[in-house]
């Protein structure tokens, strides 16, 4: 019964390995995960109690876990879920994600996502610094100070840090896996799959890109929100998800519809960032 939750999470590790490598991901990262499900089903004692006596230090000892896949076994204990193998199998859910944030129920985030159009940990903590939060019912000061405090932990931020990461990749990077995504999409060169949610007929209609830029490791595909399917955006917003081995984030890029940068592709929630970065290239879109 102790070894349970090793034999399970190995299961998922093996999983997630066998299916980056059916998306064309990089080997080494391939092999990452099958190393890790190798330990864990070598391990005596139940990781969970690794992690309640040793914290994700605990883990990082262990041969073959680093610390982006320590963070993403703690989170399986602690949730039972592993978004990276949500997302590969297509049963992302981005209102399971907000609800998950202390201060936030089911109700809530389904408000943030159809409301403000929040899919993600780091367009809600935006939102909480930039008063959306705020100025939305059922948000008093001390329910937006608790989200904010959650997301510092969830997404590695301290109190000193700027409010930008310093892996945080540039916008001119960003917009350049968009770039490829949509290209090899439109080309017909990415493997689809057939999302979980949104998809009655069971269609592999999805495409799904591995891609690098240096040690960044990218997961792109379209969203498949409810937001997307409602405004016809299932083709148009496009969801990075990148890591250089600690911790995995992800933004959103859409075609901007007004303003300065209509018709441009532009990375949410940067979108000062994304105008200077089409200004230095004197406009062009």
């Known amino acids: 019964m102790g070894v349970t939750i090793n034999t399970e999470l190995a299961a998922r590790l093996q999983e997630i390995a066998r299916l980056l490598d059916e998306q064309g991901a990089n080997p080494f990262r391939v092999k990452a995960y099958q190393s890790a499900a190798e330990t864990l089903k070598n391990l005596k004692r139940p990781v969970d109690g690794l992690i309640k006596t040793g914290g994700l230090e ?52 389904e408000r943030l996502h159809s409301e403000l159009g929040i899919t993600t940990l780091e367009e809600l903590e935006a939102a909480a610094h930039d008063g959306r939060l705020a100025a939305t019912e059922g948000f ?22 700027e409010s930008k990461p310093i892996n945080t990749p540039s916008v001119s990077e960003l917009l350049d896996v968009d770039r490829e995504y949509r290209d090899k999409a439109d080309a017909g060169r990415l493997r689809k799959i057939a999302p979980k949610r949104f998809n009655p007929t069971g269609k592999a209609w999805l495409p799904v890109l591995q891609t690098n830029r240096g040690k960044r490791r990218y997961t792109a595909l379209f969203s498949n929100t409810a937001r997307a399917h409602e ?30 940068l209509s018709g441009n592709r532009v990375v949410r929630g940067r979108e000062s960032e994304s105008a200077a970065f089409y200004s230095s290239r004197q406009g062009g879109k």
Do not use: M, N
């Open 58 to 109: 605990a883990l990082e000892r262990l041969p073959g876990i680093g610390k982006g896949l320590a963070r993403s076994i703690q989170q399986f204990v602690i949730t039972g879920r592993l978004p990276t193998l949500e997302r590969l199998r297509g049963e992302s859910d981005p209102i399971a994600t907000l609800a998950s944030v202390a201060g936030i129920g089911a109700r809530l985030a």
């Open 140 to 161: 008093a000061k001390k329910r937006v100070a608790a989200v904010i405090e959650s997301l510092a932990t969830r997404l590695g931020r301290t109190r000193k840090s």
């Open 231 to 260: 405004l016809g955006k299932t083709h148009d917003w496009v969801v990075l998800y990148y890591d250089s081995g600690e911790d995995e984030k992800q933004c959103t890029v859409v075609t901007a519809k007004q303003g300065p």
